[in-house]
């Protein structure tokens, strides 16, 4: 067992899905790197989300769909820190929990992508597509439903399927979903030896980004049930937010970017707030300044958008989703 300083459990989704256990694995790697004399075993689960394959993302809304079992475990103690893709996390989590690490951005069926290609491309059709990644292949190989389908290419190249990527969309021509791509590790908010264990895996530029991306989405009270989409970037101790709301058909948007300063020293000082969440994230090896920066800056550029409109048009966006 941990407590014994010998053993970690950690939860991953079902082994069926073989992009879950990648990406388990992948974090299961460095840590073992970390912590050669910490045994790490792998648990498989699988979610309510996991098992509804024809039902579009948008229509189940529920984030916690695809977590739930998993922090029950974690609540229970049987695993000791769960792998996610960040963009599953909702930007509010259960008390009990908090993400002990965000890791590195490499690279869905969804609103926010047939919104943004919608206006760019008005003579095409989109329609939903689940399943994991074999699934949609499949279905793109096997029918003549599509003629091509669009995938996140963080997936694609965990998988080491490169060599099925048509073609990359550019921010300019696609934004992505909050989180997209990152990794995130969900652990107990209160273990203290877990969350000292995992925060090493932490990569401090991806962490900023998705505080921003994060704080821009809750303010905004979006979701799965709305086309939200940004952009972030990180470049000479300024971060760049780009944020945009769409219409279902693509056809009334609002896109904006602002930026602020986020070069700030780290003061290691011990205190009532060293586990200071962000948006459900506990960084400790960021400095806590430029954490409260990228947080700041995703609210203001949400307000910033909710005051020339974007609440109408998330409102109209959920009603005829829901009535779909």
Request: glycine content about 6%.
């Amino acid at each position: 067992m941990l407590a014994a300083r010998s053993k970690a459990r950690e939860g991953t989704q079902p082994q069926i899905e073989k992009l879950a256990r990648i990406q388990t694995d992948s974090v299961v790697t460095m840590l073992r790197e970390l912590y050669p004399d910490l045994h790490f075993e792998i648990v498989a689960m699988s979610t309510t989300g996991d098992k509804i394959l024809d039902t579009a993302l948008s229509k189940i809304g529920e984030k916690s769909l695809f977590t739930k079992e998993l922090e029950n475990a974690l609540e229970r103690n049987e695993v000791d820190l769960v792998v996610h893709s960040l963009k599953d996390l909702p930007t509010s989590l259960p008390p009990d929990f908090t993400i002990g690490a965000v890791c590195n951005v490499i690279g869905t069926s969804s609103l926010r992508r047939a919104a943004q290609l919608k206006k760019k491309f008005p003579h095409l059709e989109f329609r939903d597509i689940r399943g994991n990644l074999n699934t949609r292949l499949k279905k793109l190989d096997e029918k003549e439903d599509f003629s091509a389908i669009i995938l996140a290419a963080a997936g694609l190249k965990r998988m080491g399927w490169e060599n099925r990527i048509g073609q990359l969309l550019s921010p300019e021509d696609c934004l992505y979903a909050v989180g997209q791509g990152a990794l995130a590790v969900e652990v107990r908010a209160k273990d203290q030896e877990i969350l000292n264990m995992v925060s090493a895996l932490h990569d401090a530029d991806t962490v900023l980004c998705c505080i921003a991306e994060r704080a821009f989405m809750k303010r905004l009270e979006g979701g799965c049930s709305v086309p939200v989409a940004v952009n972030t970037l990180l470049k000479d101790g300024q971060l760049y937010l780009t944020g945009a709301v769409y219409s279902l058909d693509g056809s009334d948007s609002l896109k904006e970017t602002m930026q602020t300063g986020v070069s700030y020293p780290h003061q290691n000082e011990d205190g009532p707030n060293d586990d200071v969440q962000h948006v459900g994230i506990t960084a400790k090896n960021v400095p806590g300044q430029a954490q409260e920066a990228a947080e700041n800056l995703g609210v203001e550029l949400a307000s910033l958008l909710l005051s020339k409109g974007a609440k109408h048009i998330l409102s109209v966006a959920r009603q005829l989703n829901d009535a779909r």
